[in-house]
């Protein structure tokens, strides 16, 4: 799905407390659609993304230029914009403490190698810097943030009557999966990644079911990846053990394109991302050419828009007027779960923010995603954070504590 780019306006090109150089800056830039300003840049392959294997700069060019790596789609934006106003007040320098050690806003960017930052309060931009060579025409991976924005169709599916109910066996829309681990399993099992189904997802180990993943996407087998989730063998029974897989997020892709009969992505920019407002078209990784979307990475799209998916969710799911999701889904979607008697700090395939009572992150909640991004939505104080991050390694190499930077992002824009 594409389409014919036509002229746009230009977004500002100064930012707060910094200028967008204008040598990053083409004529193929100010036009719509998905034309991606950075398309002639070397990058690395996507193994070695996931190896943690590539030096800063073409780990950067790589990280804005995903939809090079495989097949992809368009999510197409619509003809209204969703406003996002500079803030009367913007945010300055500020210190905060993380893991025993002070930091201001300076450390964070530098520390966590940070190459987009957005803060909105109230509706408005307090903050947005971009780093790295990017810009605000660059669309930038979202890796494990997409897994929120699959979860979230459901609960748009839902709404619709397209899936009946959470409680509904994933088979009923799946058939293809009976007699395979995900017999028995629920669409609410699949959103809090509790069913059972035997999943690795160690990013550097090449024998993982992760990468396995990764293979199946490379040789680009129409259905290849639910070949693959049909084959794992059973851990736990449904619902009684919490087992973090992105092999599970693409079933739920799979969940949403068999239920409303049309591609992912087209139904995302039906519900959300024409009908809220997002500024720029996206483009979403596919597991072939033509085919599925892949549920739990591969998207890549611009910082604000980013942000306004961000005010849906913390809006309650509303959209152009309309109450896209169920009543009191974006609550329990961000909220802890109780699986087999323990808490989890998951919800629908969102982070709540652990150990947050009486604290200002306190109802707050994210989607995030390996090498640092992150969508910050925190209702009670009506603030959005988004950030791009470019670190070294898939997991464990952040400096300063995203957690603590949010609560004081939050805390210094009251």
Request: proline share 5%; glycine share 10%; net charge positive.
């Amino acid at each position: 799905m594409s389409r014919t780019t036509s002229p746009r306006r230009p977004s500002r090109l100064k930012q707060l407390g910094f200028l967008v150089p204008l040598a990053l800056l083409s004529a193929s830039a100010l036009a719509q659609g998905p034309v991606n300003v950075h398309g002639k840049e070397k990058i690395g392959t996507v193994q070695q993304v996931y190896d943690g294997a590539l030096f800063p700069d073409v780990q950067v060019n790589t990280f804005r230029n995903i939809d090079r790596l495989f097949s992809t789609r368009t999510v197409n934006h619509g003809t209204k914009v969703y406003p996002l106003p500079a803030a009367d007040k913007t945010l300055g320098n500020f210190k905060f403490t993380s893991n025993g050690k002070d930091y201001d806003l300076y450390d964070y960017v530098s520390l966590n190698r940070v190459s987009g930052l957005l803060v909105i309060k109230n509706g408005k931009v307090a903050f947005e810097n971009y780093q790295l060579g990017n810009s605000d025409k660059t669309r930038w991976m979202s890796m494990s943030v997409v897994k929120s924005i699959t979860a979230t169709l459901i609960g748009a599916a839902i709404k619709d009557g397209y899936i009946k109910s959470i409680d509904d066996p994933v088979t009923r829309y799946l058939p293809q999966l009976a007699g395979s681990a995900y017999d028995g399993v629920s669409v609410r099992n699949l959103l809090q990644m509790a069913s059972g189904v035997k999943w690795n997802e160690t990013y550097t180990d090449p024998n993982s079911d992760r990468r396995h993943m990764l293979e199946v996407q490379n040789s680009q087998k129409p259905g290849g990846v639910l070949e693959l989730m049909a084959k794992l063998p059973r851990a736990a029974e449904p619902g009684t053990r919490w087992n973090y897989s992105t092999g599970e997020t693409h079933v739920a892709g799979a969940l949403v394109r068999a239920a409303v009969g049309k591609p992912v992505a087209q139904y995302l920019s039906e519900k959300i991302w024409s009908k809220f407002g997002m500024e720029s078209d996206a483009t979403w990784w596919l597991e072939s050419p033509d085919g599925l979307e892949v549920g739990g990475s591969g998207l890549s799209a611009t910082l604000r828009d980013y942000g306004r998916f961000g005010l849906f969710l913390m809006g309650g799911g509303k959209a152009g007027g309309e109450q896209v999701l169920p009543d009191g889904w974006v609550q329990e979607a961000g909220s802890p779960k109780m699986v087999d008697g323990k808490q989890v700090n998951y919800g629908y395939m969102l982070w709540p923010i652990p150990n947050a009572a009486g604290t200002i992150n306190e109802g707050a909640f994210e989607a995030r995603g390996i090498f640092g991004q992150h969508i910050y939505m925190n209702p009670k104080e009506n603030v959005v954070v988004v950030v791009w991050s470019a670190l070294p390694k898939p997991t464990g190499k952040a400096t300063v504590g995203d957690n603590d930077f949010f609560a004081a992002v939050s805390q210094a824009v009251r």
